[in-house]
Antibody
Framework: QLQLQESGSGLVKPSQTLSLTCVVS??????????WSWIRQPPGNGLEWIGY???????NYNPSLKTRVTISVDRTKNQFSLKLNSMTAADTAVYYC????????????WGQGTLVTVSS | DIQMTQSPSSLSASVGDRVSITCRAS??????LNWYQQRPGSAPKLLIS???TLQSGVPSRFTGSGSGTDFTLTISSLQPEDFGSYYC?????????FGQGTQVEMK
């Protein structure tokens, strides 16, 4: 059974860089037909897609965050990572990693989410 | 970006009620529309993909319909475990976007 688990810094100072990792267990992230996404949700608000990566390393980012985002993959560790620089209070959110099924482009497996707070 | 608008933003209903939530896209997305349920403190759960394809393990009281710009999620008989928030999401073109959510509360 595929599971995703986020880890990383829960408290980030303004202007600094957020680093999160999503470990994939129960299957390989090189399986065909899937991409691997980051999605965030500010407290009490809706969902925002940040971007995805294929196991090949090809990426697609939300233009609203494109200048600040880097998503990378480590196939040897079966994990993918998110870096978001120049953090502000507006970036405070629960960050989820998720598997995306190509075709319907639906997120069928989600991590539990990790709260990231931007504060000095 | 394709804007997704859900209505209503919230609703109050009783166990056994029939509930419908609508989602409208700012342009045609064919049937590239997915629905999620989110309970407080939990990650979203995929209920329906491609407008009407029920995910494995999701009760048959959930149905999805629509194409183009207008979509509906219907719960035929609301159960206690169905209370929470529901989101639509378009998978037609990136950036993938979500509706603002509909909160289903107990009357």
């Amino acid at each position: 059974q595929l599971q995703l688990q986020e880890s990383g810094s829960g408290l980030v100072k303004p202007s600094q860089t957020l680093s999160l990792t999503c470990v994939v267990s129960g299957d390989s992230l090189t399986s065909t037909g899937y991409s691997w996404s980051w999605i965030r949700q500010p407290p009490g608000n809706g969902l925002e897609w940040i971007g995805y990566i294929y196991h090949t390393g090809s990426t697609n980012y939300n233009p609203s965050l494109k200048t600040r985002v880097t998503i990378s993959v480590d196939r040897t560790k079966n994990q993918f990572s998110l870096k978001l620089n120049s953090m502000t209070a507006a970036d405070t959110a629960v960050y989820y990693c998720a598997r995306e099924v190509r075709g319907p482009d639906a997120f069928d497996i989600w991590g539990q989410g990790t709260l990231v707070t931007v504060s000095s | 970006d394709i804007q997704m608008t859900q209505s209503p933003s919230s609703l109050s209903a009783s166990v056994g009620d029939r509930v419908s939530i609508t989602c409208r896209a700012s342009q045609s997305i064919s049937t590239y529309l997915n629905w999620y349920q989110q309970r407080p403190g939990s990650a979203p759960k995929l209920l329906i993909s491609s407008s009407s394809t029920l995910q494995s393990g999701v009760p048959s009281r959930f149905t999805g319909s629509g194409s183009g710009t207008d979509f509906t999620l219907t719960i035929s008989s609301l159960q206690p475990e169905d209370f929470g928030s529901y989101y639509c999401q378009q998978g037609s073109s990136t950036p993938w976007t979500f509706g603002q959510g509909t909160q289903v509360e107990m009357k």
